[in-house]
């Protein structure tokens, strides 16, 4: 079965530990936007477990505005490796090039 970036979205928050899933959700609700974009209401924040996340901010914002936004979020609570592994999963191209010789 091929994962999608809502999977790969996913993963990345369910791999957070119970403390740094709050701190992710506080810079969340903290963190700038695109001018065209709402903010998803705080009271719906703070209850979501990371299914639920990962669920509202794609409903909310689109699957590659959400990936975008988990990944700037992700680096801003210094998650960089988790940020890192994520744009690999969401970047097959720099997964599968290679080069021969």
Do not use: C, W
Request: hydrophobic share 35%.
């Amino acid at each position: 079965m091929v994962r999608t970036r809502s999977d790969h979205l996913l993963y990345s928050l369910e791999e957070l530990l119970p403390y740094d899933f709050e701190k992710f959700k506080f810079k969340l609700q903290n963190t700038s936007l695109e001018k065209e974009h709402t903010r998803i209401p705080r009271g719906q924040l703070q209850t979501a477990e990371p299914v639920k996340l990962a669920s509202l901010l794609v409903n909310h914002y689109g699957e590659e505005y959400a990936v975008q936004l988990i990944l700037q979020v992700l680096r801003a609570i210094n998650q960089h490796l988790l940020a890192e592994e994520l744009h690999q999963l969401i970047s097959p191209e720099t997964n599968h090039s290679y080069r021969l010789g």
